[in-house]
């Protein structure tokens, strides 16, 4: 069957999938939907559809993540009248009323309804016209909650592996101008020119060579490779393979931790069904090009996400940095010419080969084209994963897309780049999100761990979580990065535990500048970034800890005492039952006090009391 065949074929499934009158029930079940209760969520809904009557009336179908992780468990669900409604916070005792009222009366239930997917509704808003979808341009994100992730039909319907056909026709050379032309650069962090890049290898003369996709997502509070492999495994191999043919490469490995099982899974799926309509194998829909991919379990090390350690890995070594040169473009995976790009940036690629270099080249900045995934997390209304135009502010990141810091909290910083970036303080709200300009603050763009840190949290306590742990996830080989990270960790404890002098800001300055200049690879290079970002715009708050033996964040327990305002606690009795050692005593109704002999200075009773009757000191 040709392509054009199987693609018609495909779209008539797809036209069966979004018929108006059939009753369908989508249900996010990424892990991030799974950890909320999905799965629950969905065993619940058949019940309810066996009790009704209409299990073979209505789909249930299990797609990726929307992105609104803080919404989970989200259904969607069409009835009768063809009309799609959005669902948030989704439990299985929810599950009744929900068919009741919409399958069944054809209503929509206003408690959990959170936005239509088509139509207007006087009462619920549209899903383009949420606060934290409208500013966003999903093109890695482009299926993720939308398809089936395992039903090739829905990828190709959808667009899917035209970009491998008009890459086909094309030629490979053509292909790498396409993507010089639209200006994408790597998303794995270092934002270096993938189609300067893919040149590098093709121009490379090697009896073999070799692509990899990077899926070793290891930062805190990072999900964006996560749930793209989850959401839309197709987007990933399709420019896997477009690179792979673009440099003459025969054989592709995806590099996934074990952690992320469920994403392996759907790599598994997808590439048995690439294999079922030879979009893999020899000669693929005649073009002479054969490429096949194969999937590579990694255990976890951070150093690993580092291309020299990844390839390390996949030779069954020890996953530690090479010295460059030589580059992998040169001598990379077993010594063969080796191309090695992250999960976005070859989501991106598959887009781009579909519609086209100057299309993606619209979106962004002038040297930062395109869009950018982000892992909104910490103190933040709206948590989750998000795609926004390079060049956007942190203040529509933050505050429009994110719903501003959580309970109404003062912003005080973010953090970019995972454990390996800097802390931006709020001054710079209004920077422009790109390559560049987050590089003049001293951060870096990374993979796309955003965390947004609120006034109650110690900046130097979160420079001394960052290093931890990057020091554990050193590799060892190089001193300035082994010995580098265990100097700033011992430092940046003893000044949390107001045990610093003064004298350790400069060393831990220099330390940091050693790093940066003399470290093996990116993680040594870029470790002392939480620190040197800290000292630089929040170096009161050392000299507080230092000087005046206090945190002002009253974060750090060493250094601060909880008190109970008798003026203020109305003796509701909260702090005393979140109080986990029962250091809090009185009568209800009446002030309650603090046994400083048995608090232990976790805050929880700070965290309970809604009368902020728990002063710090």
């Given at each position: 069957?040709?392509?054009?065949?199987?693609?018609?074929?495909?779209?008539?499934?797809?036209?069966?999938?979004?018929?108006?009158?059939?009753?369908?029930?989508?249900?996010?079940?990424?892990?991030?939907?799974?950890?909320?209760?999905?799965?629950?969520?969905?065993?619940?809904?058949?019940?309810?559809?066996?009790?009704?009557?209409?299990?073979?009336?209505?789909?249930?179908?299990?797609?990726?993540?929307?992105?609104?992780?803080?919404?989970?468990?989200?259904?969607?669900?069409?009835?009768?009248?063809g009309k799609r409604v959005l669902y948030q916070g989704v439990e299985p005792r929810h599950a009744a009323a929900l068919i009741e009222t919409q399958l069944v009366r054809g209503e929509v239930y206003l408690p959990l309804a959170l936005a239509v997917m088509t139509g207007v509704d006087e009462a619920v808003p549209t899903f383009a016209e949420l606060p934290m979808i409208k500013p966003q341009v999903r093109i890695v994100l482009r299926n993720c909650g939308?398809?089936?992730?395992?039903?090739?039909?829905?990828?190709?319907?959808?667009?899917?592996?035209?970009?491998?056909?008009?890459?086909?026709?094309?030629?490979?050379?053509?292909?790498?101008?396409?993507?010089?032309?639209?200006?994408?650069?790597?998303?794995?962090?270092?934002?270096?020119?993938?189609?300067?890049?893919?040149?590098?290898?093709?121009?490379?003369?090697?009896?073999?060579?070799?692509?990899?996709?990077?899926?070793?997502?290891?930062?805190?509070?990072?999900?964006?490779?996560?749930?793209?492999?989850?959401?839309?495994?197709?987007?990933?191999?399709?420019?896997?393979?477009?690179?792979?043919?673009?440099?003459?490469?025969?054989?592709?490995?995806?590099?996934?931790?074990?952690?992320?099982?469920?994403?392996?899974?759907?790599?598994?799926?997808?590439?048995?069904?690439?294999?079922?309509?030879?979009?893999?194998?020899?000669?693929?829909?005649?073009?002479?090009?054969?490429?096949?991919?194969?999937?590579?379990?990694?255990?976890?090390?951070?150093?690993?996400?580092?291309?020299?350690?990844?390839?390390?890995?996949?030779?069954?070594?020890?996953?530690?940095?090479?010295?460059?040169?030589?580059?992998?473009?040169?001598?990379?995976?077993?010594?063969?010419?080796?191309?090695?790009?992250?999960?976005?940036?070859?989501?991106?690629?598959?887009?781009?080969?579909?519609?086209?270099?100057?299309?993606?080249?619209?979106?962004?900045?002038?040297?930062?084209?395109?869009?950018?995934?982000?892992?909104?997390?910490?103190?933040?209304?709206?948590?989750?994963?998000?795609?926004?135009?390079?060049?956007?502010?942190?203040?529509?990141?933050?505050?429009?897309?994110?719903?501003?810091?959580?309970?109404?909290?003062?912003?005080?910083?973010?953090?970019?780049?995972?454990?390996?970036?800097?802390?931006?303080?709020?001054?710079?709200?209004?920077?422009?999100?790109?390559?560049?300009?987050?590089?003049?603050?001293?951060?870096?763009?990374?993979?796309?761990?955003?965390?947004?840190?609120?006034?109650?949290?110690?900046?130097?306590?979160?420079?001394?979580?960052?290093?931890?742990?990057?020091?554990?996830?050193?590799?060892?080989?190089?001193?300035?990065?082994?010995?580098?990270?265990?100097?700033?960790?011992?430092?940046?404890?003893?000044?949390?535990?107001?045990?610093?002098?003064?004298?350790?800001?400069?060393?831990?300055?220099?330390?940091?500048?050693?790093?940066?200049?003399?470290?093996?690879?990116?993680?040594?290079?870029?470790?002392?970034?939480?620190?040197?970002?800290?000292?630089?715009?929040?170096?009161?708050?050392?000299?507080?800890?230092?000087?005046?033996?206090?945190?002002?964040?009253?974060?750090?327990?060493?250094?601060?005492?909880?008190?109970?305002?008798?003026?203020?606690?109305?003796?509701?009795?909260?702090?005393?039952?979140?109080?986990?050692?029962?250091?809090?005593?009185?009568?209800?109704?009446?002030?309650?006090?603090?046994?400083?002999?048995?608090?232990?200075?976790?805050?929880?009773?700070?965290?309970?009391?809604?009368?902020?009757?728990?002063?710090?000191?």
């Open positions: 069957m040709s392509f054009a065949a199987r693609q018609q074929q495909a779209e008539a499934a797809w036209q069966t999938f979004e018929q108006p009158d059939r009753l369908r029930i989508l249900v996010g079940s990424a892990t991030c939907g799974r950890a909320a209760g999905s799965l629950e969520v969905m065993q619940a809904f058949a019940d309810e559809l066996a009790k009704h009557g209409l299990t073979e009336a209505a789909d249930m179908v299990e797609v990726g993540c929307l992105g609104m992780c803080y919404a989970e468990v989200m259904v969607e669900i069409r009835g009768r009248d939308i398809i089936d992730p395992t039903n090739i039909d829905h990828y190709l319907a959808r667009g899917g592996y035209q970009g491998m056909t008009r890459a086909f026709a094309m030629g490979p050379d053509q292909v790498i101008e396409e993507m010089k032309a639209s200006g994408l650069r790597g998303r794995g962090g270092a934002g270096f020119p993938t189609g300067v890049k893919w040149g590098f290898a093709r121009n490379s003369v090697a009896d073999q060579k070799y692509v990899i996709c990077n899926a070793d997502e290891g930062d805190p509070g990072a999900f964006m490779d996560r749930s793209v492999l989850e959401g839309d495994p197709h987007a990933v191999l399709e420019g896997l393979l477009i690179a792979g043919y673009a440099i003459g490469a025969s054989i592709g490995y995806v590099y996934c931790r074990a952690e992320y099982p469920l994403a392996i899974e759907r790599l598994q799926g997808a590439i048995t069904q690439m294999h079922e309509l030879g979009f893999l194998g020899g000669d693929i829909l005649g073009s002479g090009f054969g490429f096949e991919i194969k999937i590579k379990k990694g255990a976890g090390a951070f150093v690993c996400g580092e291309e020299t350690s990844l390839m390390q890995s996949i030779e069954g070594k020890r996953g530690m940095p090479l010295s460059k040169p030589p580059f992998p473009a040169v001598s990379g995976l077993f010594g063969k010419p080796t191309n090695i790009n992250n999960v976005e940036t070859l989501a991106a690629v598959s887009a781009i080969m579909e519609k086209g270099a100057a299309w993606y080249a619209g979106y962004g900045t002038e040297k930062s084209r395109g869009t950018k995934t982000f892992a909104l997390a910490g103190k933040i209304s709206r948590t989750g994963l998000i795609e926004v135009p390079m060049g956007i502010s942190l203040r529509t990141i933050i505050n429009e897309i994110g719903g501003g810091v959580l309970d109404g909290k003062q912003f005080k910083a973010v953090q970019t780049g995972g454990p390996s970036g800097g802390c931006i303080p709020a001054q710079f709200i209004d920077l422009a999100v790109d390559y560049e300009r987050l590089a003049e603050v001293g951060s870096i763009m990374g993979s796309g761990g955003m965390i947004v840190i609120d006034e109650e949290s110690c900046m130097v306590d979160m420079a001394r979580y960052f290093l931890s742990f990057t020091e554990n996830e050193s590799c060892g080989k190089c001193v300035p990065c082994r010995m580098g990270t265990q100097h700033l960790l011992r430092m940046l404890t003893t000044i949390t535990e107001g045990r610093g002098t003064l004298e350790q800001l400069d060393i831990m300055r220099k330390i940091g500048d050693a790093m940066k200049n003399a470290s093996l690879c990116g993680l040594g290079q870029t470790a002392a970034n939480p620190v040197l970002t800290t000292l630089q715009y929040f170096e009161d708050e050392y000299r507080a800890h230092i000087v005046d033996k206090k945190c002002p964040a009253g974060a750090c327990r060493a250094l601060i005492r909880f008190d109970i305002d008798p003026a203020r606690c109305t003796g509701c009795g909260a702090c005393l039952r979140a109080c986990p050692v029962a250091a809090i005593s009185g009568e209800k109704k009446q002030p309650h006090a603090i046994d400083q002999e048995l608090c232990i200075q976790c805050g929880s009773c700070r965290q309970a009391c809604k009368f902020a009757a728990v002063l710090v000191d």
